[in-house]
């Protein structure tokens, strides 16, 4: 079993920055792919940016050139840093590790609002 608890988010201005942090604990040599999600009331969940055991990343288009996701391997750690934020970037942020069964943090809210 792999557990994941997601922490950074929180409010922020327009243009402004955020880091989003996700520890894994428990069964981690087990994860093949972690990656971020979000979702806003009303939506289904959407890709943010993947990343492999191998270091190979995915980005959707809206976080290309604004988000760089990163792991630590040595501390179990998953980083999503995002730049150049705007109000279309507000939602609820989720973590997510492939076992390969898809196991969810329990989200974290970013508000980008002035």
């Known amino acids: 079993q792999v557990q994941l608890v997601e922490s950074g988010g929180g409010l922020v201005q327009p243009g402004g920055s955020l880091r989003l942090s996700c520890a894994a604990s428990?069964?981690?040599?087990?994860?093949?792919?972690m990656g971020w999600y979000r979702q806003v009331p009303g939506e289904q969940r959407r890709l943010v940016a993947a990343?492999?055991?191998?270091?190979?990343?995915n980005y959707a288009d809206s976080a290309k050139g604004r988000f760089t996701i990163s792991r630590d391997n040595a501390k179990s750690t998953l980083y999503l840093q995002m730049n150049s934020l705007k109000p279309e970037d507000t939602a609820v942020y989720y973590c997510?590790?492939?076992?390969?069964?898809?196991?969810w943090g329990q989200g974290t809210q970013v508000t980008v609002s002035s």
């Open positions: 428990g069964s981690i040599r087990s994860i093949v792919i």
């Open positions: 990343i492999t055991s191998a270091g190979n990343t």
């Open positions: 997510y590790a492939d076992t390969p069964r898809r196991v």
